[in-house]
């Protein structure tokens, strides 16, 4: 007599298999933090638009706090800033009586920029560069802009909008 071969109970290997490739690419995605995409869309201040006026610009999330002061305006070297790492902000004069924000995160991979020097704001992880007139990318790798942050100066004083 030949034996019959009846299936297993329980889900086919197959299924099994997909299930556990696909939960293990889950995790892996989410530990190693993704693409310079994942780091914007996944902070706070991500939808702000480049450049702003001396009263500053849209954005905002992480950094947008109370109307307290951050800086006085004698704080911010002309032609360079000042990082507020507690805040998540970097404040620049590029030119005498403007004053622009920024986040201090790192559109690359979300390291805290840390200097301001030469008229760039310098992230030390990969070494990215970008512009204290517009937060554009002066250098690589990071390829976006950081975004504004909405601050208004008023008389000496500075405040996040």
């Keep these: 007599m ?10 086919a290997r197959r299924t099994v298999v997909a299930a556990a490739g696909a939960a293990g690419l889950a995790v892996a995605l989410t530990a190693c933090g993704g693409s310079d995409d994942d780091a914007s869309n996944s902070s706070a201040d991500s939808g ?25 305006t004698a704080d ?5 800033g000042k990082v507020f790492a507690d805040r998540k902000v970097v404040v ?3 030119t005498a009586g403007e004053f622009k924000a920024f986040s ?4 690359h991979q979300g390291c805290a920029v840390k200097s301001i020097a030469d008229g760039v704001i310098n992230c030390p992880c990969h070494n990215s560069k970008f512009s204290i007139a517009d937060g554009s990318v002066k250098g690589g790798p990071a390829t ?12 000496d004083s500075i405040t996040l909008a």
């Design 2 to 11: 030949a034996a019959s071969l009846q299936p297993a109970s329980g889900p």
């Design 48 to 72: 702000a638009g480049a450049g702003s006026g001396s009263a500053g610009s849209s954005g905002g999330g992480d950094a947008a706090a109370g109307a307290e002061p951050l800086a006085s």
């Design 76 to 80: 911010i070297p002309e032609g360079g």
């Design 92 to 94: 620049t004069q590029p």
């Design 104 to 107: 201090a995160t790192c559109t």
């Design 144 to 155: 976006k802009p950081l975004p504004a942050v909405e601050i208004t100066v008023s008389g």
